[in-house]
């Protein structure tokens, strides 16, 4: 079993900046990615950030890419992602998730197979 906590979720205005954090605990070397998935209402889920946590190696989807950084302290089995210049658009439900993964872009959401409870983040205009 893996757990996934998230933290840091809240309300901001555009322009502005949030961190998020998800502490995993349990079985974390049954997958060698973490990554953080959004979701809002009526829509698909979107992969925004993830990172080999072996290598560092990292992927950001093009909406996000330039403003959020995803990091990790692997030393405390914690990644955060750092989001500056929020956007309205930016509001979503934010996932911290799990997976292995063997090659190519980590940006899959169904191949994730561990995933945190989930924390709200929202922009307004």
């Known amino acids: 079993q893996v757990q996934l906590v998230e933290s840091g979720g809240g309300s901001v205005q555009g322009g502005g900046s949030l961190r998020l954090s998800c502490a995993a605990s349990g079985y974390t070397y049954r997958n060698n990615v973490m990554g953080w998935i959004r979701q809002t209402p009526g829509k698909e889920r979107e992969a925004i950030a993830c990172i080999y946590t072996r290598s560092g190696s990292t992927d950001y989807a093009d909406s996000v890419k330039g403003r959020f950084t995803i990091s990790q302290n692997n030393a405390e089995n914690t990644v955060y992602l750092q989001m500056n210049s929020l956007k309205p658009e930016d509001t979503a439900m934010y996932y911290c998730?799990?997976?292995?993964?063997?090659?190519?872009?980590?940006?899959?959401?169904?191949?994730?197979?561990?995933w945190g409870q989930g924390t709200q983040v929202t922009v307004s205009s």
């Open positions: 998730a799990a997976g292995m993964f063997y090659s190519g872009t980590c940006l899959w959401p169904n191949a994730y197979r561990d």
